[in-house]
Nanobody, 123 residues
Framework: QVQVVESGGGSVQAGGSLMLSCTAS??????MAWFRQAPGMGREGIAA???????DYADSVKDRFSVSFDNTKKTLYLLMNSLKPEDTAMYSC???????????????????WGQGTQVTVSS
């Protein structure tokens, strides 16, 4: 079964940085994205990328987070700078082999999900 596995979460102080990775176990996906969910909140699609190099970001993370796709490593990275306490959440990676034609932050675009990695930002 094809999987995606996240890594790189942890605890950091406000203003710090973290890099998350999402690696596919087998083939390369056409579209991948990062989602997050804080306790008591809904799932938020925060960053998406496709193999054509297109990216899209939620307003809440634009100019602070950067997503990149490394096809050779079958990995999607999320560089998170200037972290805030409100960025505290469980971060999950999602992927699909379907070529969507655009970087989607919608959960229903994806059929493969990772288990998630916790990010905690303290003030």
């Amino acid at each position: 079964q094809v999987q995606v596995v996240e890594s790189g979460g942890g605890s950091v102080q406000a203003g710090g940085s973290l890099m998350l990775s999402c690696t596919a176990s087998e083939y390369t996906f056409s579209n991948m994205a990062w989602f997050r969910q804080a306790p008591g909140m809904g799932r938020e699609g925060i960053a998406a990328a496709d193999t054509d190099g297109r990216t899209d970001y939620a307003d809440s993370v634009k100019d602070r987070f950067s997503v990149s796709f490394d096809n050779t490593k079958k990995t999607l990275y999320l560089l998170m700078n200037s972290l805030k306490p409100e960025d505290t959440a469980m971060y999950s990676c999602a992927a699909t082999r379907i070529r969507l034609g655009y970087p989607s932050r919608r959960p229903y675009s994806y059929n493969t999900w990772g288990q998630g990695t916790q990010v905690t930002v303290s003030s």
